[in-house]
Every structure is written in C-alpha cells, then in structure tokens.
C-alpha cells in the first residue's frame, strides 16, 4: 500500500470549517476541524478509488514523495486614499 502525502488548506467563517485537498482538488466542511478533516480524508479516498479504476493509478505516483509548504512575509507599499 502506498501512502500519499496531501496538502490540506482549512478555512473558517465560524459556524463551519472547510478542508480543501490542494493536490486532488476534494473539498470537504464539518462543524469541528476535526470533522472537516475526517471527511476531507474519505472524499479523498473515495476520489483515489475512482482514479484507479478509470486506470489513472498513474497521477498518482508523484504525491508519493514529500514536499513542505512555508510561508513568507514580504513587505509592501499600499496605496493610501
């Protein structure tokens, strides 16, 4: 079994979270991040079922070597009105 290493983006509006899989582009909520999660990671799960058996097992092979994300801060002059 391979394991394959996926980038979650979470967001808030304060009655839900959102979980995005940047990678496979599945989108799941939940009330609780935790939930948001649970169900991100079975969308996506149920999406890699599908690709494997439409025989694109293939795509799949580069999210199997892992990667980091950062951030920066970066200054920058805004307009004033």
């Known amino acids: 079994m391979a394991l394959l290493h996926l980038t979650v983006k979470a967001t808030s509006d304060s009655a839900w979270y959102v979980a995005e899989c940047v990678e496979m582009g599945a989108v799941s909520q939940g009330e609780a991040i935790e939930e948001a999660l649970a169900n991100l990671q079975e969308a996506t799960e ?4 599908m690709m494997i058996e439409d025989g694109e097992g ?3 092979e580069p999210l199997q070597q892992k990667g980091f994300f950062t951030t920066y801060d970066t200054p920058v002059e805004m307009a004033r009105d």
């Open 46 to 49: 149920l999406l890699v079922e």
């Open 58 to 60: 293939d795509r799949l």
